[in-house]
């Protein structure tokens, strides 16, 4: 039987981001991510890939409605965004010696 890992996976992206997508139906795409579910390799992005939600009528919202809401998206479409261009990033020891994301394109950190 395998052990099973506690360890969190590490992803090249967090909450605040400007991120652009990558591959799918919102390729082109820029927005910030709000939310990073962890667990699934998923981020929600604002104003990325919406999709329709159908509300019931309630005592509160007797008409129902229709509402358009962000879905997650698999975090390897998603690329972070330096200038209006996606950017790889690595990860390398700044000046207080702690492991910082940095840009591949311009060598800044991110």
Do not use: C, W, Y
């Not at 690595?90 to 994301?101: D, H, S, T, V, Y």
């Amino acid at each position: 039987m395998q052990k099973k890992s506690n360890k969190q996976p590490k992803l090249h992206i967090k909450s605040g981001d400007t991120v652009i997508v990558i591959a799918g139906n919102s390729k082109g795409q820029t927005g910030v991510i709000t939310k990073v579910i962890v667990d699934k390799n998923r981020a929600i992005v604002e104003g990325v890939n919406l999709q329709t939600k159908h509300v019931k009528p309630t005592s509160t919202n007797p008409q129902g409605a229709i509402e358009k809401r962000e879905g997650s998206i698999h975090v390897s479409n998603l690329a972070v965004a330096e200038n209006g261009k996606a950017v790889r990033t690595g990860r390398k020891l700044n000046e207080a010696g702690k492991l910082q994301r940095f840009s591949k394109a311009s060598g800044k950190f991110v």
